[in-house]
């Protein structure tokens, strides 16, 4: 059971950036997942990527948020560029198959005008 540690979240401007990490033994050999989770709504899938670096993307991030891997660091980023205020919420990374991890306490992400 790997613990997931999400980090780089904090208050941006509508068009500004952020770089999310996430670190957890066992990502090496795990197709991952970003997700987020918006106030008041559910969970959601953001982006994923797959051991050897196939990515997909939701359809309101494509172009704007890129996710990567380092398996030699067993982490995963997720580089977001062109925020908007929809954005806003709490992210967290896990495994995209199969039971997912303990949840981690996610990195919260605030976009503002």
């Known amino acids: 059971q790997a613990q997931l540690m999400e980090s780089g979240g904090g208050m941006a401007q509508a068009g500004g950036s952020l770089r999310l990490s996430c670190a957890a033994d066992?990502?090496?050999?795990?197709?991952m997942g970003w997700y987020r989770q918006a106030p008041g709504n559910e969970r959601e899938v953001v982006a994923s990527?797959?051991?050897?670096?196939?990515?997909t993307y939701a359809d309101f991030v494509k172009g704007r948020f890129t996710i990567s891997r380092d398996n030699g660091k067993n982490s995963v980023y997720l580089q977001m560029n062109s925020l908007k205020i929809e954005d806003t919420g709490v992210y967290y990374c896990?495994?995209?198959?199969?039971?997912?991890?303990?949840w981690g306490r996610g990195t919260r992400v605030t976009v503002s005008s």
């Open positions: 896990n495994k995209l198959f199969g039971a997912p991890w303990v």
């Open positions: 066992g990502i090496f050999s795990r197709t």
């Open positions: 990527i797959s051991v050897n670096g196939t990515t």
